[in-house]
């Protein structure tokens, strides 16, 4: 069993910015595709940020493509992101997931593990 742990959430204005972090323990870090997801309110759960095993690729969602960094630290069993230029429409639950798929994969039905999920909202 993977335990997620997220943290970082807040909240910011448009244009700020905040870092999340997912700490993940009782299992083996570096054999997991770390994906990042956010759920607002009466929406469904969507991909915006996913890593590989080794970090040397990564998926970004269109709607954040260029402002928002996924990276990973294995040795610390943490992956982050990074989110720049925030606007009011990223208001919602970041979640952090794992899968022990062997390449980057973008439904949430293929993440086995969920954390909790910080609540970030972005005021205009």
């Known amino acids: 069993q993977v335990q997620l742990v997220e943290s970082g959430g807040g909240l910011v204005q448009a244009g700020g910015s905040l870092r999340l972090s997912c700490a993940a323990s009782?299992?083996?870090?570096?054999?997991?595709?770390m994906g990042w997801f956010r759920q607002a309110p009466g929406k469904e759960r969507d991909l915006i940020a996913a890593i590989s095993w080794s970090g040397g690729n990564t998926y970004s969602a269109d709607s954040v493509k260029g402002r928002f960094t996924i990276s990973r630290d294995n040795a610390k069993n943490t992956v982050y992101l990074q989110m720049n230029s925030l606007k009011p429409d990223g208001t919602a639950i970041y979640l952090c997931a794992a899968t022990s798929r062997a390449s980057i994969v973008v439904d949430a039905w293929e993440y086995r593990y969920w954390g909790q999920g910080p609540q970030v909202t972005v005021s205009s």
């Open positions: 009782g299992g083996t870090f570096s054999k997991y595709v």
